[in-house]
């Protein structure tokens, strides 16, 4: 079965400072990886995405994430956090020839200033 | 484009009435999607489809069924509405060709059942 685990419900972290949500993944296959974002009372917005090639992608709003095999994860990164990354981030994996999207419970970021 | 959009965005229904909630899309995406977000629970699918006249169950089906009549819409229905179903529903399309692309989401439409 496919699964994607964010360990932590909250980060908090303060403006300025670098950033970490986790997710892990589990998945028989090859996986394909998703990060999105999602503000109060909108839908999910799509940030950054790995399919194969360089570990390290880049998304938008300077967000960066790093797929690692090894160790099943794809945790997402910001050098930088600023008060607008406050909001709920989800993790999700799809595996070739699934129709489906598998989504991590979600993190909550808070940035302060 | 449009991209994805619900109608209606909020609605409150009572025990054991019906509604349909619709989804349109305008990017002639293959893949049509209905999940609910509830609280701590991240999102949940419901319903899903391939394409034009398929649809297939997700991993919370019960008490709701689809249509996807058009390959632009895909409908959401609540025959009679429990209070369980009282949550956030959202509608997400992707292209076809594989599972390299993300997927769309429309805005969400809060559904409350009293």
């Known amino acids: 079965a496919q699964s994607v685990a964010q360990p932590e419900d909250q980060v908090n972290v303060a403006e300025g400072n670098p950033l970490t949500v986790k997710c892990t993944y589990s998945?028989?296959?090859?996986?394909?990886l998703f990060w999105y974002v999602q503000y109060p009372n909108r839908g999910l917005q799509f940030l950054l995405k790995y399919i194969t090639g360089d570990n390290l992608v880049k998304g938008s709003y300077g967000f960066e994430a790093e797929f690692n095999k090894s160790q099943t994860s794809f945790h997402l990164k910001k050098p930088s956090a600023l008060v607008s990354d406050s909001a709920l981030y989800f993790c999700a994996v799809r595996v070739w020839n699934f129709n489906k999207f598998y989504f991590g419970s979600g993190t909550k970021l808070n940035v302060k200033p | 484009n449009a991209g994805v959009t619900q109608t209606p965005k909020f609605r409150v229904l009572k025990t054991g009435q019906s509604m349909t909630l619709l989804c349109a899309q305008d990017m002639n995406h293959e893949y049509m999607y209905w999940y609910r977000q509830d609280p701590g629970m991240g999102l949940r699918l419901i319903h899903y489809s391939v394409g034009e006249g398929t649809t297939a169950k997700g991993e919370v089906p019960d008490g709701y069924n689809v249509s996807r009549l058009k390959k632009q819409n895909f409908l959401l229905g609540l025959e009679s509405a429990a209070p369980s179903q009282t949550s956030v529903y959202f509608c997400?399309?992707?292209?076809?060709?594989?599972?390299?692309?993300?997927?769309?989401f429309g805005p969400g439409t809060r559904l409350t059942v009293t």
């Open positions: 998945v028989s296959g090859n996986p394909y």
């Open positions: 997400a399309s992707s292209p076809t060709s594989g599972a390299v692309y993300e997927q769309y």
